[in-house]
């Protein structure tokens, strides 16, 4: 009767053993992760209407640059699919309730050298049937940006900064919660 050889006893097989342990013990530890962003917010909904956001402002057209942002934003960073009313299996509308500027440093004449400007909005994220999508109700989102005329700075460019940094916020917080 021949006896089995022991599986050690082939000498590549011995090096190969604790590698295919290692990768074994690897990808099932791994076997929850996911690649890509879709992971990331929720999979029943697929479609989103966002409307065009009020501003009690004085200053012309921050609504419509601050929407522009935001679906900009879906569309780069989300799976949604930005959609008409009719279409759409979630609606996003948001309020900016604050836009103030102010006087954060002056020289001795009393010019202003730097200036900032800072906003509030409130925006909500609902489905079909109103129930709230993000985690809290009606989100409040308070942002500041400052900027020095002096330096070449504009009012246009710091709002710009502004509503960019605001619309990541907002996207940011349609994401699922870990």
């Known amino acids: 009767m021949i006896s089995p050889t022991p599986i050690f006893a082939n000498r590549s097989l011995r090096c190969w053993w604790p590698f295919l342990i290692a990768v074994t013990v690897v990808a099932s530890g791994c076997s929850s992760y996911h690649l890509g962003n879709q992971f990331l917010f ?3 909904i ?3 209407h966002v409307a065009v956001f009020e501003s009690g ?3 012309r057209f921050l ?3 601050m929407t522009e942002a935001v679906i900009k934003q879906i569309a780069n960073n989300t799976p949604l699919t930005i959609t008409e009313p009719a279409l759409a299996n979630s609606f996003l509308t948001g309020r900016i309730v604050r836009d103030r ?3 954060v440093g002056e020289n001795f004449t009393d010019e202003p050298r730097s200036l900032e400007i800072d906003w509030r909005l409130e925006v909500e994220w609902t489905d079909r049937t109103g129930a709230p999508l993000m985690p809290r109700r009606s989100l409040r989102i308070d942002r500041g940006v400052t900027f ?3 330096g070449g700075q504009s009012l246009t460019t710091a709002q710009q900064q502004l509503i960019e940094r605001l619309a990541r916020d907002i996207v940011g917080q349609m994401e699922l919660p870990w």
């Open 63 to 65: 609504g419509q640059r």
């Open 46 to 48: 697929r479609t989103v």
């Open 101 to 103: 500027k102010s006087v």
């Open 148 to 150: 020095i005329p002096e």
């Open 57 to 59: 402002s004085y200053r």
């Open 42 to 44: 929720r999979s029943d």
